[in-house]
């Protein structure tokens, strides 16, 4: 049975309308926060790196980190930053704090790119 056009005998259109075409583009679900592309540090890499407090990162939020690169964690609403390794087949974040280990509950912000030293200006 045909719902529209040409209606012949005992053809009559069915008594519903069409269903709602389907919105067009892609709704994404808005980011709590905006991501930064720059952090600046605190003291957690001052003795393994040499980069004093104040020192601020360029991160890359959309690349995977490999072992080795500094990485700017998220950890229960605080950002910190360290080494990315894999111990034991899992990763870990090393600092001069420690070692932690990378899970579910820790969000990546992204991986450094560029370092800028702190600027002692009086």
Not at 59 to 62: A, D
Not at 75 to 78: D, K, L
């Given at each position: 049975m045909r719902s529209a056009g040409d209606v012949g005998i005992g053809q009559e259109p069915l008594?519903?309308?069409p269903p709602p075409a389907a919105p067009v583009g892609v709704r994404r679900r808005p980011l709590a926060e905006p991501l930064r592309s720059?952090?600046?540090?605190g003291a957690e890499l001052a003795r393994s790196r040499g980069w004093p407090?104040?020192?601020e990162l360029v991160?890359?939020?959309?690349r995977r980190p490999a072992p080795g690169d500094v990485v700017v964690v998220r950890?229960?609403?605080?950002e910190r930053a360290g080494v990315f390794q894999h111990r034991f087949g899992r990763p870990v974040l090393v600092?001069?704090?420690?070692?932690g280990w990378?899970?579910?509950?820790?969000?990546v912000l992204g991986v450094a790119t560029l370092v800028a030293a702190a600027l002692d200006v009086p």
């Open positions: 008594p519903f309308d720059s952090y600046r540090l407090e104040g020192t991160v890359e939020p959309g950890e229960q609403g605080a600092s001069d704090r420690g070692v990378i899970g579910p509950q820790i969000e």
